[in-house]
């Protein structure tokens, strides 16, 4: 029996969310989410004759749920003619990304035990089918496995709308809990949101206006549309300190303000290279005291090489280090593993 291995990364709230025309007329909800490779979720899977699939921990049921879909569509679930016996396994999910943020912790786990399910028996799912297993895993998902890619994701459906300009332009985002005290947003219990006539026309002209900057490498008009779309999100999910933090982002040489439209995380944006100054810490200190930040990190979205790390505030304000998945995780049953990144 073969050990198998997946990593997913996290995404860091979004760009653009709403919902969209459709051709014939009807709306559709979509998003344009941000890569975010600093924080990842790892799982291992072991084949068994147990007949099921169990969990560890026991809450990661969206995982265990998504392995067993795997199965599934892998031909094998309940197939005796491969372990002598009823398919299942023992599924372990390790994160590191904090749940209840907006940062895809639960699809992360998911599209890290799809991969590690495939890799396990030899296969490879395609972005578009994980994306597939994880809205029937949990519903709604987020489009952690596409990569450095935007792309226009219907979260309900699990389809890619529609592909953005690509590469992505390179800027950089300090990111942090905007309500390190209020527990997060339980996104299950989220109403769908409906949006009138003119906010349809709105969110078209934002999306229209985001292809333009990215095909135009504008990080600037990229910045704007992000504002723009965490303003309109303030009509159904209010953000801590939201005024303060769009006051904010131009005194510190931000482009824009991205959040999670369903989680508390917010980011600014800031041209490659525009986080090194320590004039932008020492106002960032401001959040501290007025919102409670307990803490700030710092990532790079397209461009060049990703730098990385999670920042304490002042006292490390200069700190570049990167974090970096393990490659080799570990089991219980002390086999070693190899990367699976799909």
């Known amino acids: 029996m073969k050990f198998g291995y997946g990593l997913a990364p996290a995404h860091h709230g979004e760009i653009l969310q709403g919902a969209f025309r459709d051709a014939d007329g009807g709306t559709r909800q979509g998003l344009v989410s941000v890569p975010c490779g600093i924080f990842w979720s790892e799982a291992s899977f072991l084949p068994e004759s147990s007949g099921e699939v169990t969990a560890d921990p026991p809450g990661k049921w969206k995982a265990r749920r998504a392995a067993e879909i795997a199965l599934g569509r892998l031909g094998v679930k309940n197939e005796g003619d491969r372990l002598g016996g009823r398919f299942g396994g023992r599924l372990i999910i390790r994160s590191q990304i904090p749940e209840r943020l907006g940062l895809g912790s639960s699809t992360s786990d998911v599209a890290a035990a799809v991969r590690a399910v495939a890799d396990a028996l030899g296969a490879r799912f395609s972005p578009d089918e994980t994306a597939a297993i994880a809205v029937e895993a949990e519903l709604a998902s987020d489009p952690v496995f596409f990569g450095e890619r935007f792309v226009h994701f219907a979260q309900r459906e699990g389809r890619v709308i529609g592909d953005l300009p690509y590469p992505v332009p390179g800027f950089e985002i300090i990111g942090f809990d905007a309500d390190p005290s209020g527990g997060g947003v339980d ?3 989220l109403k769908r949101p409906c949006y009138t006539s003119s906010e349809l026309d709105e969110i078209k ?9 990215l095909r135009a490498r504008d990080i600037q008009i990229v910045g704007e549309v992000s504002t723009e779309s965490a303003k309109l999100n303030q009509r159904r999910l209010r953000l801590r300190g939201f005024d303060l933090l769009v006051e904010m982002a131009p005194r ?11 989680g508390s995380v917010a980011g600014f944006l800031f041209p490659p290279g525009g986080t090194g100054n320590p004039k932008v810490w020492a106002r960032l200190e401001a959040l501290q005291e007025e919102l409670g930040v307990s803490g700030f990190w710092r990532f790079r979205v397209g461009g060049q090489k990703r730098l990385g790390g999670r920042l304490g505030g002042a006292s490390r304000r200069n700190s570049s280090a990167r974090l ?3 490659r080799q995780f570990i089991p219980p049953w002390g086999q070693s593993a190899a990367l699976s990144m799909i």
């Open 187 to 189: 996104t299950l219990n």
């Open 205 to 213: 002209y934002l999306l229209d206006r985001l292809r333009r900057g």
């Open 252 to 262: 510190i040489g931000a482009v824009g303000l991205q959040i999670a439209h369903s």
């Open 324 to 326: 970096v998945p393990l």
